[in-house]
């Protein structure tokens, strides 16, 4: 099946809602913090959507250009779900550190799972992304 890059960031704009969603029930009923594991398959899901929009961003949009198209596309989602992960965890530790609510007990171990977990969704991403597409991406650019 080939996929053009607009399915691909339809198929996105399902996936951001379907985690938006599970987020705001998660917020509502207290899941992060009744189910001691809830946050593993919320970083899973964020780590798919981050490679498989790496993927698109960087194969298919035409947005960039230049040695990033060289990149493999499991590099490409791979290196999303670092990059974004990392950053969301700089985010998060500025906001504790801003907050002075204090750093959780386990704060590090907690943080590496995380970061763990998005570089692993960010490789399901590739892999659902291999799976349904069939690429090299059109070269035919505007």
Same mark, same amino acid.
């Given at each position: 099946? %080939?996929?053009?890059?607009?399915?691909?960031?339809?198929?996105? +704009?399902?996936?951001?809602?379907?985690?938006?969603?599970?987020?705001?029930?998660? #917020?509502?009923?207290?899941?992060?913090?009744?189910?001691?594991?809830?946050?593993? =398959?919320?970083?899973?899901?964020?780590?798919?959507?981050?490679?498989? @929009?790496?993927?698109?961003?960087?194969? *298919? $949009?035409? *947005?960039? %250009?230049?040695?990033? %198209?060289?990149?493999?596309?499991?590099?490409?989602?791979?290196?999303?779900?670092?990059?974004?992960?990392?950053?969301? #965890?700089?985010? #998060?530790?500025?906001?504790?550190?801003? $907050?002075?609510? !204090?750093? =959780?007990?386990?704060?590090?171990?907690?943080?590496?799972?995380?970061?763990?977990?998005?570089?692993?969704?960010? +490789?399901? !991403? *590739?892999?659902?992304?291999?799976?349904?597409?069939?690429? =090299? =991406?059109? @070269?035919?650019?505007?």
């Amino acid at each position: 099946m %080939r996929l053009d890059g607009d399915k691909l960031l339809r198929a996105l +704009f399902v996936l951001i809602w379907v985690l938006v969603c599970i987020h705001i029930a998660a #917020e509502y009923y207290y899941w992060y913090w009744t189910y001691r594991w809830f946050d593993v =398959p919320m970083h899973i899901l964020g780590g798919m959507w981050l490679g498989i @929009t790496g993927i698109w961003l960087v194969h *298919y $949009s035409g *947005y960039l %250009r230049g040695r990033l %198209r060289n990149l493999s596309y499991v590099v490409t989602a791979l290196l999303t779900g670092i990059v974004a992960g990392s950053a969301w #965890e700089l985010y #998060e530790y500025g906001v504790l550190h801003l $907050s002075k609510s !204090g750093i =959780p007990v386990n704060y590090l171990m907690d943080t590496l799972l995380d970061l763990a977990m998005d570089t692993a969704g960010a +490789f399901v !991403g *590739y892999v659902f992304f291999r799976q349904i597409v069939t690429y =090299p =991406p059109p @070269t035919n650019r505007a």
